[in-house]
């Protein structure tokens, strides 16, 4: 049986959970113009990772039904690299900062990966 016992002790969850926060924190500042557009996407996406990675922690039963949700939550890191892409053109947020959440991001995609390649380390078995 696996050591996990809540997908919050995952540092993968941690890490996208902060990111999320930090993107809602950042498009904050985002013009009203964009608010059903750019932020609500960027918001819904970052919010993403870690809900399919909740959902992916509870169907450990079933790997499939684990790595599918896991690759959701991978898609939905890469969708909020593109949007924080399109902040930077936009000139709302510096490049450097785009840069330092891309590479967290990265991160977060790798370790991801990580579960999808080994997932017996995660899933439950009888």
Same mark, same amino acid.
């Given at each position: 049986?696996?050591?996990?016992?809540s997908?919050?002790?995952?540092?993968?969850?941690?890490?996208?959970?902060?990111?999320?926060m930090?993107?809602?924190?950042?498009?904050k500042?985002?013009?009203?113009?964009?608010?059903?557009?750019?932020? !609500?996407? #960027?918001r819904?996406s /970052?919010? =993403?990772? +870690?809900?399919?990675?909740?959902?992916?922690f509870?169907?450990r039963?079933?790997?499939? !039904?684990? #790595?599918?949700?896991? /690759?959701? =939550?991978? +898609?939905?890191?890469a969708?909020?690299?593109?949007?924080?892409d399109?902040?930077?053109?936009?000139?709302?947020?510096?490049?450097?900062?785009c840069?330092?959440l891309?590479?967290?991001?990265?991160?977060?995609?790798?370790?991801?990966?990580?579960?999808?390649n080994?997932p017996e380390k995660f899933?439950?078995?009888?």
């Amino acid at each position: 049986m696996n050591k996990y016992r809540s997908h919050k002790e995952l540092r993968v969850y941690k890490l996208s959970y902060e990111l999320a926060m930090e993107i809602f924190r950042l498009s904050k500042g985002f013009p009203v113009e964009e608010k059903y557009a750019l932020t !609500s996407q #960027i918001r819904n996406s /970052s919010r =993403s990772v +870690s809900a399919n990675l909740t959902e992916a922690f509870r169907k450990r039963r079933y790997p499939k !039904s684990f #790595i599918a949700k896991l /690759s959701d =939550s991978e +898609s939905e890191a890469a969708e909020t690299q593109t949007w924080l892409d399109f902040a930077r053109d936009c000139n709302y947020i510096k490049p450097e900062h785009c840069e330092h959440l891309c590479k967290k991001y990265d991160h977060v995609i790798g370790m991801i990966v990580t579960m999808i390649n080994a997932p017996e380390k995660f899933t439950i078995t009888k």
